[in-house]
């Protein structure tokens, strides 16, 4: 089993930044993907950035590019979201997700709450 744990939300006035982490431990595969998603209240859960943990390029949701960046730290299993030029429209609760890339599994963490104010 694969265990993430997000930290790192809370609450910030418009155009301020935070720093979420997900932590992973447990069960490691050779061969995966970490996406962060958000849900709004009322609202789909939605996509917000993904890389691979091999490397390569970080995908962004075009609602985010140019504020958010997604980083991983390998010896700390864990995964960031650098949040900048916060919106109130970013208020969600965010969850990192780890893909296998086998197709054999999706784990999800617990989330976090991010609250933006105007």
């Known amino acids: 089993q694969v265990q993430l744990v997000e930290s790192g939300g809370g609450l910030v006035q418009a155009g301020g930044s935070l720093r979420l982490s997900c932590a992973a431990s447990g069960r490691t595969f050779s061969s995966y993907t970490m996406h962060w998603f958000r849900q709004a209240p009322g609202k789909e859960r939605e996509f917000v950035a993904a890389?691979?943990?091999?490397?390569?390029?970080?995908y962004y949701a075009d609602s985010v590019k140019g504020r958010f960046t997604m980083s991983r730290d390998n010896a700390k299993k864990t995964v960031y979201l650098q949040m900048n030029s916060l919106k109130p429209e970013d208020t969600a609760v965010y969850y990192c997700?780890?893909?296998?890339?086998?197709?054999?599994?999706?784990?999800w963490g617990q989330g976090t709450q991010v609250t933006v104010s105007s």
């Open positions: 997700k780890l893909t296998r890339d086998d197709g054999l599994g999706d784990y």
């Open positions: 890389m691979r943990w091999s490397g390569g390029s970080t």
